[in-house]
């Protein structure tokens, strides 16, 4: 069964200050991989996805993402926040060449103070 | 282009009461999934609709069911609720064609307590 671990439950951070998120995966096959965001009040929004190809993915906003195989993980990334990414952050994957179930982490809330 | 869009917002019902939920999927999609968000957690996979059938389902009783449409909406019906039913429901859409690697773009959702 696959699971998703997300090690960061709340994060605090001042505007400009880098981001990392961490997200951890467990599945004896290949995935795909994404990050969702949620915005106070809004629904969930794909941040960016990775399917196959080059391991660092660019998302919107400014936020990326590395693969990394070797280590089942796959770790946001945005080098300077804003207090407009004050949000909940989900990492989630599904089966490669399954049908499109979404396996979640339990999430980040990020804190941006201005 | 509406999104994803479910009904009611918000629902208070008490122990033992049947439930259902809506959603109207995006327009262009065929596949609607549901998830069960409970306070604190991430998103939990219920079930997926496509082509009028249930396709995949995840680890929850049978008293969660569901439908869809030849619209391509879709209902989710919880019986004999319990206190740890209460959550918010999300619906997610997307096309049935090329399966895992389809986005699902997510409703609002509707928030559930059960007292």
């Known amino acids: 069964a696959q699971s998703v671990s997300q090690h960061n439950h709340h994060v605090i951070l001042s505007e400009a200050a880098s981001l990392e998120l961490g997200c951890n995966y467990s599945?004896?096959?290949?995935?795909?991989l994404f990050w969702y965001v949620q915005y106070p009040g809004q629904h969930l929004q794909l941040l960016l996805k990775?399917?196959?190809?080059?391991?660092l993915v660019k998302g919107i906003k400014g936020f990326e993402a590395e693969f990394i195989k070797s280590k089942f993980s796959f770790n946001l990334r945005k080098p300077s926040v804003q207090w407009s990414d004050t949000a909940e952050y989900f990492c989630?994957?599904?089966?490669?060449?399954?049908?499109?179930?979404?396996?979640f982490g339990t999430g980040t809330r990020l804190l941006v103070s201005p | 282009d509406a999104g994803v869009t479910q009904s009611p917002t918000h629902l208070i019902k008490t122990r033992g009461q049947q439930v259902t939920l809506r959603c109207s999927p995006k327009?262009?999609?065929?596949?609607v999934s549901w998830y069960q968000q409970a306070l604190g957690q991430g998103p939990q996979f219920i079930f997926q609709?496509?082509?009028?059938?249930?396709?995949q389902r995840g680890n929850f009783p049978d008293r969660f069911s569901g439908h869809q449409f030849p619209n391509y909406s879709s209902e989710l019906n919880v019986n004999a609720l319990l206190l740890g039913d209460s959550a918010l429901y999300l619906c997610?859409?997307?096309?049935?064609?090329?399966?895992?690697?389809?986005?699902?773009?997510f409703g609002a959702g509707t928030r559930l307590s059960v007292l």
């Open positions: 609709y496509y082509e009028e059938e249930e396709r």
């Open positions: 599945y004896g096959g290949t995935v795909n």
């Open positions: 327009s262009g999609h065929d596949t």
């Open positions: 989630a994957v599904n089966a490669y060449t399954g049908f499109q179930k979404l396996v």
């Open positions: 997610a859409s997307s096309s049935g064609r090329a399966l895992a690697k389809n986005i699902q773009y």
């Open positions: 990775y399917f196959s190809g080059d391991p």
